[in-house]
């Protein structure tokens, strides 16, 4: 019952449980998905934050305490400064692979501190989750390292992830200076891929399937921060967003039931 009814204030976008104590009482289909119970906010808070959808999560926690990462925030030890745009910010990496399709395969919270860690882990959830290796993978230049490119050659994935110098040929049009040359074999063979007119095509879908999810999210279902605090928690905070919108989509294109007289 709690997880339905979590999926369901995800999916519109009602983050807070205190605002979906309220709305229990109020909303006909929370009172449906609830069977009649009103469960109060301590008990909807305390079911997310408890739950267990992450077996593995405990393990990765130990071994991050094992390396002897630096707590940086009383609040939430667990959280990294991490850069944007407008400078740093204390909190998760959020990371998520979608389908062709727009459905969400895979996601995970992190406290890597640059993308560019996160796409061989990445692409391995996807097949963990999947149940089979994708046969191709695209990604914007914060994911590419050379080792990572050299990686995806030697799993058989026809990668498409430009490095930050091959990303502004691609956006603007101007061809990558000497400054920006490379040795690296693998990066070269990369270059000459995103250069064909088949690569491009490929990179430049790649944003227009994946920013929606993300704005989605955020626009129309208000999620620009996590309610809870800690790795574990925030992680199962993020698959309950995600799964949420995979649950509307696929809403989406279930046929209308016909009438028939």
């Not at 979590?6 to 069977?35: F, K, M, N, Q």
């Not at 990462?69 to 407008?86: E, I, T, W």
């Not at 605090?229 to 809403?251: I, M, P, S, W």
Request: with cysteine; proline share 3%.
């Amino acid at each position: 019952m709690m997880l339905k009814v979590w999926l369901y204030a995800y999916a519109v976008g009602i983050t807070s449980s205190r605002r979906l104590e309220e709305r229990i009482r109020e909303d006909l289909a929370l009172r449906y998905l609830a069977g009649g119970a009103e469960p109060d906010y301590w008990a909807l808070n305390d079911f997310r934050r408890r739950h267990k959808l992450l077996e593995e999560i405990p393990g990765r926690l130990e071994r991050l305490k094992k390396s002897g990462m630096k707590k940086l925030s009383r609040a939430d030890g667990d959280s990294r400064f991490l850069r944007q745009r407008q400078g740093y910010v204390l909190g998760y990496a959020g990371t998520i692979a979608v389908s062709e399709d727009h459905l969400i395969v895979a996601q995970q919270v992190s406290q890597a501190g640059a993308d560019n860690e996160l796409l061989v882990p990445m692409v391995e959830r996807v097949e963990q989750q999947c149940g089979e290796r994708p046969g191709q993978v695209s990604a914007d230049s914060g994911f590419f390292s050379q080792d990572d490119v050299r990686a995806m050659e030697e799993k058989g994935i026809d990668a498409y992830v430009p490095d930050s110098h091959m990303a502004h040929e691609l956006n603007c049009g101007r061809r990558v200076r000497s400054h920006g040359a490379t040795r690296d074999p693998a990066q070269q063979r990369m270059r000459q891929k995103l250069r064909s007119a088949v690569g491009r095509a490929i990179y430049a879908k790649c944003k227009q399937i994946v920013e929606p999810r993300f704005g989605n999210l955020k626009e129309q279902h208000g999620m620009r921060r996590f309610r809870l605090r800690g790795l574990a928690k925030t992680t199962v905070e993020f698959t309950l967003a995600h799964t949420a919108l995979n649950l509307l989509r696929l809403g989406r294109k279930v046929p209308a039931p016909v009438g028939t007289a």
